[in-house]
């Protein structure tokens, strides 16, 4: 069993979106992750860590990431407007705080995920009934007036 489950896959397996899923998360507060699986080992994307007041590039190695807390926050704000971009989002390496300066938009190798138990916390997804088709019969109550 895998310890974090990709937010997206989530959601489809659940039949709700992303911004629910994820919005359902925080409120338990349960942490987003980013999740850099790149078959390589290290991953250069473009990143930003203030060193000194300079901005440096920073290479990220593969695995998953902790999200800042405002960094959760703003990545909920956009799922709400169907936004998928992670440009701009912040995540923790050790005590040091990157922001994930580019990401292209074709690139999945980059994701937003969540623990598993963490997953396991969430209710049940609502049973959507179809049509108008019921095979119950619904009983009317007659008002005597």
């Given at each position: 069993?895998t ?42 994307c ?5 060193i ?48 994930l ?28 009934m179809?049509g ?14």
């Amino acid at each position: 069993m895998t310890k974090y489950l990709n937010l997206e896959e989530v959601s489809l397996k659940r039949g709700e979106t992303p911004f629910k899923v994820a919005r359902m998360l925080t409120r338990k507060e349960c942490k987003l992750f980013l999740d850099f699986r790149e078959d390589n080992e290290l991953l250069l994307c473009i990143t930003e860590k203030m060193i000194e007041g300079n901005y440096h590039l920073f290479q990220v190695k593969k695995g998953t990431y902790p999200m800042s807390l405002k960094s959760q926050h703003e990545c909920v704000r956009r799922l709400s407007n169907t936004n998928f971009d992670l440009s701009g989002l912040s995540f923790m390496v050790g005590k040091d705080e990157i922001r994930l300066r580019s990401v292209d938009d074709e690139d999945r190798s980059v994701c937003v995920v969540a623990h598993t138990k963490d997953v396991a916390k969430l209710p049940p997804p609502p049973i959507h009934m179809g049509g108008g088709n019921c095979d119950r019969r619904v009983s009317i109550r007659k008002n005597k007036f």
